[in-house]
């Protein structure tokens, strides 16, 4: 990959003497801008991995590679980290950069589920003449294609969906799954979810924090699940916190939990399920939603 490199513009290094001076936003981007390039050109990312637990073997399906940026660093957050490399152009270069940091790690951990890869709508477009080399370099990081799960931010608008489709089923060919993220969180996400046919569906944690007590929620993730039944989709929640909460996904029926209460991300993440959601996994034990949650008024 090539990279912009920047010139001082700092008033001493070559601008014009009768320009103003810059703004503190100005010199605050710049400074954002400057970092941003460091990270990319130093490949100093850090990928972290949080684990997605299967209800139905109580087992952990697999780890979502998610990124930070260095620990001293103003961009250490993933949310200031993309937002930088947004408002830079750089979104896509930060984007493959990532995935590989990603890949080569959960490789040299050694794990044997499934790597769930967060990948943006245009980075799968402008990576599709690149499949086999892809998958080359995959494999000879000493992982199965059939691992890697292609999880497709919606922080991208998709103007043109038949060439998307065409260039996600590529990937598909190769050997890749593909999961839709963050479900209701924006108005196209069931066009999508209709169209792109994904393996994997995450519901926005909106929908599931909180539904223990939500009538509407409720209803709304028990429509997710029934549309999930009739288009061979498995469901992943996102964001369970609580143990009242989980309950409620496991007797819906949801496939896949993914939270802080299953466990957070870590460089090196536990491949056991902590013994307190274990021992609720298959119970039953959760009352039924109309004896949980208090009746409208």
Request: hydrophobic share 40%; aromatic share 8%.
């Amino acid at each position: 990959m090539t990279f912009k490199t920047i010139q001082d513009t700092e008033t001493r290094g070559g601008k014009d003497a009768g320009s103003p001076p810059a703004t503190p936003r100005e010199n605050s981007r710049f400074r954002e801008l400057e970092e941003l390039l460091r990270i990319i050109d130093t490949r100093s990312v850090q990928p972290v991995f949080q684990p997605i637990l299967a209800f139905g073997t109580g087992e952990i399906l697999a780890y979502e590679g998610l990124i930070r940026g260095p620990d001293d660093s103003p961009l250490h957050t993933p949310t200031k980290l993309f937002e930088a490399a947004t408002r830079a152009g750089q979104l896509i270069e930060l984007n493959m950069l990532c995935a590989l940091k990603v890949v080569r790690q959960y490789a040299r951990l050694g794990l044997q589920q499934q790597l769930f890869l967060n990948v943006t709508p245009q980075t799968v477009l402008d990576v599709r003449d690149d499949v086999q080399r892809i998958s080359r370099f995959i494999k000879d990081s000493g992982m199965d294609i059939a691992q890697v799960t292609i999880e497709l931010t919606e922080s991208q608008y998709i103007s043109d969906r038949s060439i998307f489709r065409d260039a996600l089923t590529l990937f598909r060919k190769a050997g890749f799954r593909v999961a839709l993220d963050d479900l209701g969180e924006g108005f196209s996400s069931l066009r999508l979810w209709s169209e792109l046919q994904p393996d994997f569906v995450k519901i926005d944690m909106h929908f599931v924090q909180g539904v223990s007590t939500d009538e509407v929620k409720y209803h709304f993730l028990k429509s997710m699940q029934h549309i999930a039944e009739g288009c061979g989709s498995s469901l992943v929640a996102e964001g369970v916190e609580t143990m009242a909460d989980f309950c409620i996904l496991r007797d819906l029926g949801i496939d896949n939990a993914q939270g802080f209460l299953i466990g957070r991300a870590a460089k090196k993440p536990s491949e056991l399920i902590p013994s307190q959601v274990s021992e609720q996994i298959g119970t039953g034990s959760a009352p039924l939603f109309s004896q949980a949650v208090p009746p409208k008024r």
